[in-house]
């Protein structure tokens, strides 16, 4: 942070004294990531200085790492050779997403001054569907035939490579471009060069299709440890490769709606300070009346029961207590689940071994729970505070935690489980949906137990 700071004054105090080869000199050393952090602390005025001292191929590197407000703003300082510059430097992927966040008539200006060939893909890859494997594929790899050998195979990496996003992992197509075969920049550099490619490549290669879940295609770079993944059509041929930070990317993603959807929020897809109040509202009021609305069958147990709270007014202090302790419980349960579904551990089909394994915790920590509240309540609130609550009223709330866990546990196993089956997501039966449910549950079981065993 300090090296930071330091940074920023030096390059300050250049800009002001037009010493641009020492900033040049500067950023010519940093990552593009950490050039577009170091950017974002000065104005748009000197950002645009400093861009314009950086290298073609460092300065598109830097572009893809800015917000899309920086972006724009860039593009409008650029003449329409620079902008061409810039894009032809860019892969791809990265081209498609920029144009995803761009106003009509700066991807208009954009498209002009790309090729015939670049525009079609561009076109090409737009048409994907935004959560489909081609939406994050690229074009841009190296493709090997069969009969060559691993000479010739080395001719077209140096010949090709410079252009294409990755060179390590290399494609075996046919005359189709049918997808056949795999081989690394590895297997061929321990080869000899008059090996034919298609004695050393690998057959059997993990694929995905342009339409599967880019999700799904997130899991396999985790399940196999894959660095780049293969992209084929309905007819198994080839079409693009989607690589290991388009997969973090989705990941991010996914991970980001996930925890909004679990906190009762619609998902919002610009960061939170680039999001305007107007619209954090309209993400988040209607989750909050759906579950206003819901809370209100927990009113209407309590009406119910009016009587007999005012008969033993000593059960409404515990009532907090039952409902903060259902409500964790239940998310508890929900959030493994999830968990777990998300990461493939479990499916529908294994929903008998999950209720069992919760039951048997659940039960577990049922009885502790009841075990130390009865001692909490008969030391605490009597002997230290003198509250006077009775032996039974003890027992009532003790038992009462006792079952109210066992099916808040129940509950939040089964919910995510029963969700995903019918092709919602499971997510949405997170902490403040589970909640709600459960603490309907634990008034009713702690009113029918007082009740009953009172006689109220």
């Known amino acids: ?23 040049k000199e500067i950023l010519g050393h940093l990552e593009a990531f950490d050039i577009a952090l170091l950017m974002h602390e000065f104005d748009m005025r000197d950002l645009i200085v400093m861009f314009r001292l950086l290298p073609k191929n460092l300065a598109a590197e830097v572009f893809v790492e800015f917000d899309s407000d920086y972006q724009e703003e860039l593009i409008s300082t650029f003449s329409d050779r620079d902008l061409k510059e810039i894009f032809d430097e860019l892969y791809l992927d990265d081209t498609v997403d920029i144009l995803e966040e761009m106003p009509a008539n700066v991807v208009k200006r954009i498209l002009k001054n790309s090729d015939a060939e670049t525009r079609r893909w561009i076109n090409e890859l737009l048409n994907y569907p935004d959560d489909s494997a081609g939406s994050i594929m690229t074009i841009e790899y190296v493709r090997l035939r069969a009969d060559m050998t691993v000479k010739e195979a080395f001719s077209r990496i140096r010949r090709e490579g410079v252009e294409k996003e990755t060179v390590y992992t290399c494609y075996v197509t046919d005359s189709e471009r049918h997808l056949i075969g795999v081989i690394t ?12 490619i298609g004695e050393i490549m690998t057959s059997d290669v993990i694929s995905v299709a342009t339409h599967e879940d880019k999700e799904v295609v997130a899991n396999k770079f985790k399940q196999y440890d894959f660095f780049v993944l293969p992209v084929v059509d309905a007819e198994g041929r080839l079409v693009g490769i989607a690589t290991i930070d388009d997969a973090v990317d989705v990941i991010v993603e996914e991970s980001t709606e996930d925890i909004e959807k679990m906190a009762a929020i619609t998902p919002s897809e610009k960061p939170y300070l680039k999001t305007s109040a107007f619209s954090l509202f309209l993400a988040r009021i209607p989750w909050i009346l759906i579950l206003m609305v819901s809370a209100t069958f927990t009113g209407l147990i309590i009406t119910e029961f009016e009587s007999a709270l005012a008969a033993q007014a000593t059960l409404t202090a515990f009532i907090p207590m039952i409902m903060g302790t259902a409500g964790n419980t239940g998310s508890q349960s929900s959030v493994t689940v999830i968990r777990a579904l998300s990461l493939n551990d479990i499916e529908f089909s294994d929903i008998f071994r999950v209720q069992w394994k919760e ?46 866990v066992v099916c808040a546990k129940f509950v939040g196993c089964t919910l995510p489980l029963l969700a995903k089956k019918l092709g919602f997501d499971p997510v949405v039966m997170a902490s403040p949906f589970i909640t709600t449910i459960v603490d309907a549950v634990s008034l009713v079981i702690y009113f029918v137990l007082a009740t009953s065993v009172l006689k109220l």
């Open 1 to 23: 942070m300090d090296e930071n700071k330091e940074l920023i004054e030096t390059i300050g105090v250049a800009l002001k004294n037009k010493r641009f080869n020492e900033i």
């Open 185 to 196: 920049v590895l297997e061929m550099l321990l080869a000899d060069e008059n090996t034919v």
């Open 359 to 404: 039951l048997r915790v659940s039960v577990l920590c049922g009885l502790t729970l009841a075990v130390f509240t009865f001692a909490k309540i008969m030391l605490f609130e009597n002997l230290i505070m003198g509250q006077g609550v009775s032996t039974t009223v003890s027992l009532i709330v003790s038992l009462t935690l006792a079952f109210t």
